[in-house]
């Protein structure tokens, strides 16, 4: 029996588990053991040995199943164990997803470790909302930001910046902290006609997608009540998906 084991953090995809790397769905097929987060799909679960041991370390917001601690401890007792342990996040492990915690947590017990990239929510989600995160002439620039403010451990958004410098803003974990946003894009003079686009459960079969601006952004979510999980996209391009259906329905009428 190995002294030591491989502990993968793994990358799940945004929702649709057909979005996951082949490399990622190998390490599920031989696992041991999985950690998986909320997020994840559990239709993934299903590609692991009968037998592997599986535990959920979900976190809805603001409460911990099991907390940080516990999971990074886990994961060491695993992974000296001898284990292969995959621990499944949602989207990217580095993406907002503490992936760099919980390598940071095995490297100091020397356990060997590799990290296996996810399509993070931002770019699963405008993709199947039809929004280029960058588009010529339009959007030379992109940036991921966290809406949320108890982020707050001394890396604060610097939204007086962003506001001004990036030109597609895709905010996560956003969804509580609407007026916030909105006053701070205010504050730091985004237009209130700047398109803002959400996308609510991204990539699967209960997305759904609204359009509306800065200005009205939270009276809209509050009118479809939008829940989580959910992406905001701030900018010119979230226009891109009309253009898009407003082209394609008057080709349809020219064809058919
Ligand atoms: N590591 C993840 C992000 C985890 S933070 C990634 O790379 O995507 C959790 C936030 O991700 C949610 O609050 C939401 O803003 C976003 N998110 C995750 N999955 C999503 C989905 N299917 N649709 C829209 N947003 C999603």
Redesign the pocket.
């Known amino acids: 029996m190995r002294t030591t084991g491989r502990v993968s953090i793994v990358?799940a995809g945004?929702?649709d588990p057909e979005f996951i790397t082949v490399k990622a769905l190998k390490r599920i097929q031989e696992a041991d053991v999985i950690l998986y987060?909320r997020?994840v799909n559990e239709e993934l679960l299903s590609y692991a040995p009968p037998e592997a041991i599986r535990i959920y370390c979900g976190k809805a917001?603001g409460e911990h199943a099991v907390p940080q601690e516990g999971i990074n401890k886990l994961l060491i007792r695993y992974g000296l164990q001898g284990k292969r342990v995959v621990r499944l996040?949602?989207?990217?492990?580095?993406?907002?997803?503490r992936?760099g915690e919980e390598v940071l947590a095995l490297a100091a017990y020397g356990i060997p470790h590799e990290v296996i990239p996810?399509?993070?929510?931002?770019i699963?989600?405008a993709a199947s909302a039809g929004i280029p995160l960058t588009h010529r002439g339009v959007a030379a620039s992109f940036a991921c930001v966290?809406?949320?403010r108890c982020h707050g451990d001394g890396t604060p958004v610097r939204w007086d910046l962003l506001a001004h410098s990036v030109d597609t803003l895709v905010?996560?974990?956003?969804?509580k902290q609407i007026p916030f946003i909105r006053e701070q894009l205010l504050l730091h003079g985004k237009p209130g006609a700047t398109p803002v686009a959400f996308?609510?459960?991204?990539?699967?079969h209960l997305?759904r997608s609204f359009l509306c601006t800065v200005e009205d952004m939270q009276e809209v979510a509050a009118q479809v009540k939008l829940g989580?999980?959910?992406?905001?996209v701030v900018g010119e391009v979230a226009h891109i998906p009309e253009q898009v259906a407003a082209l394609q329905s008057a080709a349809s009428m020219r064809i058919g």
């Open positions: 990358g945004p929702g987060d997020l917001p996040k949602g989207g990217d492990p580095f993406v907002f997803g992936g996810g399509i993070t929510s931002a699963g989600s966290t809406g949320s905010i996560y974990m956003g969804v996308i609510e459960q991204g990539t699967t997305q989580n999980p959910a992406l905001i």
